[in-house]
Nanobody
């Protein structure tokens, strides 16, 4: 069982930055690949970024590539999403998720989800 708690969301102007954190419970965090997803009002949840168990391999959605960076700290049981050059279209609730397996862009691959944190980018 893994419990995930996101933090770091908020209101920021376009062009600004935010860093999201996801704290995980449990002693097997290093066994999980992690992902960040987001869901805007009226839209389906979409993939943002994923990182493998050791933190050495990452993948990003095209819409955030070059602006967002996912990282994982197994010693701290945490995963982060550094978001730079934010745009209005990045406004959404951001969720972190854990997958007892490899990286995936598909939300159905993930076993555990956090409650989400709101990111609002004003233009």
């Amino acid at each position: 069982q893994v419990q995930l708690v996101e933090s770091g969301g908020g209101l920021v102007q376009a062009g600004g930055s935010l860093r999201l954190s996801c704290a995980a419970s449990g002693r097997t965090f290093s066994s999980y690949a992690m992902g960040w997803f987001r869901q805007a009002p009226g839209k389906e949840r979409e993939f943002v970024a994923t990182i493998n168990r050791s933190g050495s391999i990452t993948y990003y959605a095209d819409s955030v590539k070059g602006r967002f960076t996912i990282s994982k700290d197994n010693a701290k049981n945490a995963v982060y999403l550094q978001m730079n050059s934010l745009k209005a279209e990045d406004t959404a609730v951001y969720y972190c998720a854990a997958n007892y397996g490899s990286t995936s862009r598909h939300n159905l691959a993930y076993d555990y989800w956090g409650q989400g944190t709101q990111v609002t980018v004003s233009s």
